[in-house]
């Protein structure tokens, strides 16, 4: 049996080889194919399944293990190898595959891994993942003997993503690929722009030998920062293991976080689709929806993940969605998931067109004080336990809160967020204010107010 603690709300990840033994992820293979199977109109024959995987050392083993699961359930089976997630997406969309499973531990430690599954267009979440869960623990699979076949995927899918740009301005860019996906699939991509490339860690090494590929923590983005100062690039972007998650940095070398990349992006849709919806999450900058409906656009802010954004935005048809973790799904002239490489190239497409650095997309922004993401560490267990107690002290205490995921507080100068990260066995946490000493007195109100509900909990 698998860890249960691994489904979780929007995927299923764990320590590789402590949680996801591959027989345990053999029954998952079977229960995703079930699932599938059960999903699918009767009389439709063995539904074809792409299966792609990361970098990460475990991947091939969970790979294997979950391709013959599908099989035993009576899925044909493409494997299209080693890629970035946004590639296998690409794959299922462009085949018509019933869906597909994706094999990453995204931005995870190096000995995490787990699977993201496409049931048609969407990716699973919630329920869906608990009831793969409850097929494994009642044995309840459908059988069969799939087939197995190897596909390029990334031939086609480099081929669609270069031909939507055409840059008017050569940019000088620094792409720091982590040793993760990204690097291969990018090199031939750029081949074919009017970029000028300098390529920071592009071979694909599962041991992460460099930094770790997270470019939502600054200090994983210290040698993009020094290519970027040393070469006078106009930006420099960097990309998780996976690649579906983009950092940035100016040409400074100064760090645009999620939000305010989601916030450029947004401008320059708005000045084409009036009117047009955003969706973004708890962690996102007040600014960033203050100043999309400033615009005439229509800003939601709605829960962290990539399945419960991507579900939003159809149900909303919002043009964009962005995370502060680099997560950007676009829907505006691209297919609605979530594709760091695609983010990436329309970034510079806009530094292209405007004839200003990446500094320059920011012009009249205020200038707000905040932190990154500050993660504590928590146990799976009682992680969700102590943010429930953490918003009842709030409300006794008659602060304003939100609570669509987690405990977003609002204070006279600013806002503090308390939640349980779905994908690790962290609190997250982060503030903004509108001076630094203000910002300082919130981080400490909800330090101080986080040690008393871990007692409480404890």
């Not at 020094?226 to 100064?254: P, Q, T």
């Amino acid at each position: 049996m698998l860890n249960p603690t691994v489904f979780r709300e929007y995927d299923i990840r764990g320590v590789a080889e402590r949680d996801l033994p591959s027989e345990g992820v053999e029954s998952l293979g079977r229960a995703i194919g079930t699932f599938v199977r059960r999903q699918a109109a009767a009389g439709s024959g063995a539904p074809r399944m792409m299966t792609g995987a990361d970098c990460r050392l475990s991947s091939p083993r969970l790979r294997t293990a979950i391709a013959k699961g599908l099989r035993l359930a009576g899925c044909d089976v493409a494997d299209i190898g080693t890629v970035p997630t946004p590639v296998t997406y690409h794959s299922v969309l462009q085949s018509g595959a019933a869906g597909g499973v994706m094999v990453t531990g995204s931005h995870n430690p190096a000995d995490y891994n787990g699977f993201k599954v496409m049931l048609g267009a969407s990716t699973i979440h919630g329920e869906d993942i608990q009831e793969l869960r409850r097929i494994i623990e009642a044995g309840d699979f459908t059988s069969g003997e799939g087939s197995l076949a190897t596909v390029d995927a990334v031939t086609p899918y480099v081929e669609d993503v270069a031909a939507r740009f055409a840059f008017p301005r050569r940019v000088k860019a620094v792409f720091d690929g982590g040793n993760g996906t990204a690097g291969p699939v990018l090199k031939r991509i750029l081949s074919c722009l009017n970029v000028e490339p300098i390529e920071l860690f592009f071979e694909m090494d599962g041991h992460f030998p460099n930094h770790h590929p997270d470019p939502t923590v600054p200090k994983y983005l210290a040698h993009l920062q020094a290519a970027v100062r040393e070469s006078g690039a106009e930006l420099g972007i960097a990309f998780d293991g996976d690649s579906d998650r983009i950092g940035a940095v100016d040409e400074r070398g100064e760090v645009v976080y999620g939000d305010m990349l989601m916030l450029i992006f947004a401008r320059e849709i708005l000045a084409r689709r009036p009117g047009a919806t955003f969706i973004s999450e708890v962690k996102s900058s007040q600014i960033l929806y203050d100043k999309i409906a400033e615009l005439g656009g229509r800003p939601i802010m709605w829960k962290t993940g990539h399945s419960l954004i991507k579900a939003k935005m159809k149900q909303e048809g919002a043009a964009l969605a962005g995370e502060m973790s680099g997560h950007m799904f676009f829907a505006d002239g691209y297919y609605g998931y979530d594709d760091a490489l695609y983010a990436a190239l329309r970034l510079i497409d806009i530094v292209s067109r405007s004839g200003r650095p990446l500094s320059g997309q920011l012009e009249g922004i205020p200038v707000m004080h905040s932190t990154p993401e500050i993660r504590v560490d928590s146990e799976d267990e009682t992680k969700f336990a102590i943010v429930a107690e953490a918003a009842r002290m709030l409300a006794e205490r008659s602060y304003p809160v939100d609570e669509t995921d987690g405990v977003r507080v609002r204070f006279s100068n600013g806002w503090g967020l308390l939640r349980a990260s779905n994908t690790q066995p962290v609190l997250v946490m982060r503030f903004e204010a509108g001076t630094a000493e203000d910002l300082a007195e919130y981080q400490a109100t909800m330090d101080d107010l986080l040690a008393e509900a871990t007692v409480r909990v404890s």
